[in-house]
């Protein structure tokens, strides 16, 4: 069974950083793309970033050049590094994987921006 777990969440300051963390289990991450979505409250879930299986990653434009994603085949973990953090990217930060046709999501991590 493939779960998912992020960490890494938390209050920040405008301008400041986090990384998340999402830990597969149950699968295997180095076959698979992998993401990280975002939902705000009373706003859909959004696609923040991606990467292929290949580790090209793609970027909503809205965190091109603030956020990177990466993963860490060895801990079997992807990351998502947010540098210069606003209060629009105040969400719950979900991980997500597609394996053989079916989505599996993690719990969610909160982050919060304000000052």
């Known amino acids: 069974q493939v779960q998912l777990v992020e960490s890494g969440g938390g209050l920040v300051q405008p301008g400041g950083s986090l990384r998340l963390s999402c830990v597969a289990s149950g699968t295997t991450i180095f076959l698979y793309a992998m993401a990280w979505y975002r939902q705000a409250p009373g706003k859909q879930r959004e696609l923040v970033a991606s990467?292929?299986?290949?580790?090209?990653?793609n970027y909503a434009d809205s965190v091109k050049g603030r956020f990177t994603i990466s993963r860490e085949y060895g801990k079997n973990t992807v990351y998502l590094q947010m540098n210069s953090l606003k209060p629009e990217d105040t969400a719950l930060y979900y991980c997500h994987l597609v394996k053989r046709g079916l989505d599996y999501w993690g719990q969610g991590t909160q982050i919060t921006v304000s000052s």
């Open positions: 990467i292929t299986s290949g580790n090209t990653p």
